[in-house]
């Protein structure tokens, strides 16, 4: 469609008129952290949308003044946001709050080691995620990061996830004194979208939400019987979880591979097939559409979020996630043609999934089949199609670790 001059000055006039509305209202509600071998997670919620400037100031050894990263935020600050977070991880000493001027929050984080750092907002609630990356001192590194504990008056969100879960089928987040070298021992699991984000939805009405839940519980299952593996889910009940949040259980759990379910979903509702993804630059129009539904964003922010990838991937595990994703998909269409016939391979792809970034172990996103398919999505609410479909991704997951040597060759 064009654009006329007078939709143009229209568009303008309501621009003009709705974005200081939305900025004077927009207040910063919270901040967490998560400590993650290699990497500090901070996490600034806010009550919408609100633009942001990011700094890094240099330290001087010297003078004995450390470096610092400060957030300006166009936002008010909630009583509740502590003035001082201590943090004192080895990387990030403490986390500061305050506000500059009237209209202004600044978020400081006083680092003590430093390498990179990278501030992305997420959309649906806003937020701004900062990770700084650096070398943490050795005998910090070692420290179990449940053992440090976090800042009091702050509620560490993995405690928070762990309170919310139903008695039925409790989270299993003990860590054994010492992981085997190479060893496959732990996986988490992450069942996509929950809570509010329902996910995309069939013509019949079937909730992805749904779909990844009971899929990704019987998977959990099949690895834990079939290669001994301890199972972590992030979520095991209809509940939201944030994108952030979900690799962060999985780095602070010190898990070997994650693993996020998904049903993917076209506006063309003869499309269907199966089809797993890993970290990467989305290479195509169709990939990028698939990363920007669950990520939740828009295509141009996918294209942004591009840009701050480029640095990021040099510390992800893409190599080995690849390797993982394609024997998953293998076996996955291996398997599943044995019992359905119309089962369709639509490869190994790659895109920039918010689901998966800052994940420290090889990560894929698996999409199933189309829900918006009719006959897929009767697969997808069907229990046998579940038990095939986790059956094909464990013995995947076999493949992979038999290959290199993470477990004996049976
Ligand atoms: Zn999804």
Same mark, same amino acid.
């Given at each position: 469609m064009r654009f006329s001059l007078l939709s143009s000055l229209l568009i303008l006039l309501l621009l003009?008129?709705?974005?200081?509305?939305?900025?004077?209202?927009?207040e910063m509600t919270g901040l967490r952290f998560w400590s993650n071998p290699g990497y500090t997670r901070v996490v600034l919620a806010l009550s919408g949308t609100a633009e942001y400037t990011a700094n890094f100031l240099p330290g001087n050894e010297r003078n004995g003044v450390n470096p610092r990263l400060y957030v300006d935020i166009a936002a008010t600050l909630a009583a509740t946001v502590p003035e001082t977070t201590e943090v004192g991880d080895g990387l990030l000493r403490r986390i500061r709050a305050g506000r500059p001027d009237a209209k202004t929050v600044r978020v400081v984080l006083d680092l003590n080691s430093f390498k990179d750092y990278k501030v992305l907002p997420l959309a649906d609630p806003f937020r701004i995620v900062i990770?700084?990356?650096?070398n943490r001192p050795a005998e910090l590194s070692s420290v179990k990061p449940e053992l440090r504990a976090p800042s009091a008056g702050t509620k560490d969100s993995i405690a928070r996830i762990l309170e919310n879960v139903p008695e039925d089928r409790p989270l299993k987040v003990h860590i054994p004194p010492k992981a085997a070298q190479n060893g496959l021992r732990r996986i988490v699991v992450d069942a996509g979208h929950g809570g509010k984000d329902p996910g995309a939805i069939g013509p019949s009405g079937i909730q992805e939400k749904d779909v990844t839940l009971a899929v990704a519980r019987t998977l959990a299952r099949h690895l834990e019987e079939d290669l001994g593996c301890e199972v972590v889910l992030t979520r095991n009940s209809d509940v939201f979880l944030p994108l952030e949040e979900r690799t962060a259980i999985a780095n602070k759990v010190g898990a070997d591979l994650f693993i996020s379910i998904h049903a993917n979903a076209s506006t063309n509702h003869s499309a269907y097939g199966t089809e797993t993804y890993y970290l990467n630059f989305a290479k195509n129009d169709k990939a990028a559409a698939v990363v920007a539904?669950?990520?939740?964003?828009?295509?141009? =922010?996918?294209?942004?979020?591009?840009l701050i990838l480029f640095d990021l991937m040099a510390n992800s595990k893409i190599n080995e996630s690849s390797r993982l994703a394609a024997?998953? =998909? /293998?076996?996955?269409?291996? $398997?599943?043609? $044995?019992?359905?016939?119309?089962? $369709?391979?639509?490869?190994? /792809?790659?895109?920039?999934?918010?689901?998966?970034?800052?994940?420290?172990?090889?990560?894929?996103l698996v999409e199933t089949a189309f829900i918006s398919h009719k006959r897929e999505e009767a697969l997808l609410i069907d229990q046998k199609y579940h038990e095939r479909t986790a059956a094909a991704i464990t013995q995947g997951v076999r493949n992979y670790a038999t290959a290199l040597k993470m477990i004996a060759a049976r």
């Open positions: 003009l008129v709705a974005l200081p509305a939305a900025a004077a209202g927009v990770d700084i990356a650096g539904r669950e990520n939740g964003t828009s295509l141009k =922010q996918v294209s942004d979020l591009e024997e998953i =998909q /293998k076996s996955l269409i291996d $398997r599943l043609r $044995r019992h359905y016939s119309d089962t $369709r391979d639509l490869g190994v /792809k790659q895109g920039p999934f918010y689901v998966l970034l800052g994940a420290t172990m090889p990560s894929v």
